[in-house]
């Protein structure tokens, strides 16, 4: 393929993954719902930093009365200098009482905006354990990990400061504009001739402001997404050399997130100048008129000094609005993608009488099962077999056939379209699904490993085990000698996925893990797959005293994994076609009698 045809198709690829910015209005409802997370504070923190915020406020109306009128127009004029040395005292002590306050207000809002986050970030990850298998088919690990790390992130800033400096600037206007009045009404109203102005040009910057945001956390998203992947797929990128083209995806993703930021951050930053715009037309006003004011006697030098404080005072927290706003508006844009995961339900949702069962046996019935991933293609077509207490069960057939269904429908990770499932005659969706899937351990061809020690990986389905259980339990699948031979024993430290371990290591380590969660159901999936021709031996004979009083679903393609089964099932396109023992089916020279010849021919072969 030529060099322009391969970044026609990395930039088609790039184009047709991209979300679109949708313009809505702002959504209050939205975020008095984010708000919410500040309830249970609102009788400690909130109120506290709420205080210390009134009593700058406070402070700072009153300095300038005091400097203008009372300090010019009565201490110095009159020349009183008893009451200037008061007033010096006065204001003095006023300014170091803000200084506390201020000091005060930003530990407290500090405190109070880590908590909301923490108590969010809480809940969001709480919440999305909670979720069904198909929420995670449907959605990547990058994606999901943006909204719970980058999206709460972006709210830090509105929780730790916006929203009191939202409530506390629009108090202070208030009271500026009270004071202004009271001063001198025909430059208060000269002043204000701009505001109209000023309101017009800074609404339609704050639609623009919004929809750029918006637009920054979508492209974010697809950077971490794709950054995710990346690294997850790096053995598979370098194996067929497609660094180059990961590169040059990775560069457009990176240049359209870049770009979105620098738009984002120009409409920004308009705000400021205009404000200040603003502030220089007012100033000009103040200065025009009020000096004519005070040459007519209409206004005292003091009221004169007193007004330009308050005037630049006033710009002041109409610059921070703004800046509160474009925080609102980025936690618009954050809360609408937190609260899309918040909102979501769980598909496979608990009952609401649902019953407890402590002690199952492992009788499973399925009558006439059906069942769909997507709504369109059937992967079981009215499946029905029983399989009694205790019995070791194969399933058998290729790629596709509905074996791993089977699996995943006794365990509930997902709701069979139709028919029943029972698991000793309750119906698993009547089943509370801890107690369920607490007596249920599944081992995976592609286990995952978490980071930790050996030790707590095998416990990690039975966190209350004993080390001598955990030892015992490594021992009977014969996973206990190269854990010895390891740098620190059961203590040796993992990496993420166990990528020190080989993938057979793997494959036994999480097969002590579900031995130690002493299951009444144990189903294997391909779990033998990895492992060498020895190991197998040793696990074999393990599990002929370890299956004893357990129901067991296999499901592998090796003969000596499934020959010792009680029943075997070949299944093909989600339908049951043979049911029966090794020897029956065999006599029977069907499917599987064809399954096991090929087997037999392959190991000629090699």
């Known amino acids: 393929m030529e060099e322009n045809q391969k970044e026609k198709l990395i930039l088609e690829r790039f184009r047709y993954s991209q979300d679109l910015v949708i313009d809505k209005p702002f959504n209050w409802q939205q975020m008095r719902r984010l708000l919410s997370y500040m309830k249970p504070y609102t009788r400690n923190l909130l109120p506290l930093s709420f205080m210390t915020v009134i009593m700058s406020m406070a402070v700072r109306l009153t300095i300038p009365v005091l400097i203008g009128v009372y300090t010019l127009d009565k201490a110095i004029i009159e020349k009183d200098m008893g009451l200037l040395v008061t007033l010096v005292f006065i204001i003095s002590a006023l300014y170091l009482l803000s200084y506390m306050a201020n000091t005060l207000r930003i530990r407290w809002m500090n405190v109070l905006g880590q908590n909301v986050i923490y108590d969010l970030r809480k809940h969001l990850f709480t919440h999305v354990q909670s979720l069904s298998h198909r929420f995670f088919d449907q959605r990547s690990a ?26 506390t600037d629009f108090l202070l206007l208030i009271g500026i504009l009270f004071i202004l009045f009271s001063l001198n009404i025909k430059l208060t109203i000269a002043i204000m001739i701009i505001l109209p102005i000023m309101f017009f040009i800074s609404t339609n910057l704050r639609k623009k402001i919004r929809l750029s945001w918006q637009k920054v956390r979508i492209k974010q998203a697809k950077l971490n997404s794709h950054l995710n992947e990346s690294i997850q797929g790096i053995r598979v990128t370098q194996a067929f050399t497609q660094e180059k083209e990961n590169i040059q995806f990775f560069n457009g993703i990176n240049n359209e997130n870049f770009q979105s930021w620098k738009e984002a951050v120009q409409k920004n930053s308009a705000f400021g100048p205009f404000v200040e715009i603003t502030n220089a037309v007012g100033t000009a006003i103040l200065i025009w008129y009020g000096s004519s004011l005070v040459a007519n006697g209409e206004c005292t030098i003091g009221e004169f000094v007193s007004f330009a404080f308050y005037l630049g005072m006033f710009w002041e927290p109409i610059s921070r609005l703004g800046q509160v706003y474009n925080q609102l508006l980025i936690g ?131 966190p209350d085990a004993a080390d001598e259980e955990v030892i015992a339990a490594a021992k009977a699948v014969g996973a206990h000698d190269f854990i010895m031979q390891l740098s620190n024993g059961y203590e040796t430290e993992v990496e993420e996925r166990g990528n020190v371990l080989s993938v057979g290591e793997r494959q036994l380590l999480s097969f002590a893990r579900a031995l130690l969660a002493n299951p009444k159901i144990l189903i294997l999936d391909e779990a033998t797959a990895s492992i060498d021709t020895e190991t197998e031996v040793n696990i074999q004979k393990a599990l002929k005293e370890l299956l004893k009083e357990r129901t067991a679903i296999i499901i592998a393609h090796r003969l000596s994994t499934i020959r010792e089964a009680d029943q075997i099932m070949v299944l093909d396109h989600g339908n049951i076609m043979e049911k029966g023992n090794h020897d029956t089916l065999m006599e029977g020279k069907g499917i599987y009698c064809e399954f096991v010849k090929a087997q037999y021919r392959m190991l000629d072969v090699g």
């Not at 999206?151 to 929780?159: C, G, K, P, R, V």
């Not at 059937?378 to 205790?390: C, D, M, T």
């Not at 269904?405 to 969706?429: C, E, H, M, W």
């Open 332 to 462: 618009m844009a954050s809360s609408e993608r937190i609260f899309e995961f918040l909102d979501e339900k769980p598909i496979v949702a608990e009952a609401e009488h649902a019953i407890t069962v402590d002690d199952l046996k492992g009788h499973i019935q399925f009558e006439n099962v059906e069942f769909s991933y997507d709504g369109k293609r059937k992967a079981l077509n009215g499946v029905s077999f029983s399989i009694q207490a205790g019995e070791t069960v194969a399933l058998v057939g290729h790629t596709g056939s509905g074996k791993t269904t089977i699996a995943n429908l006794i365990s509930r990770f997902y709701d069979a379209t139709g028919g029943s499932i029972k698991i000793d005659g309750y119906p698993v969706r009547d089943l509370s699904i801890n107690s369920l899937r607490s007596q249920i351990s599944v081992v995976l061809q592609d286990t995952f490993i978490f980071s930790g020690t050996i030790m707590e990986n095998i416990r990690f389905g039975n």
């Open 142 to 167: 990058g994606s999901i990990l943006v909204r719970i790390m980058n999206d709460i992130n972006s709210l830090q800033e509105l929780f730790t400061s916006g929203v009191i400096n939202l409530l």
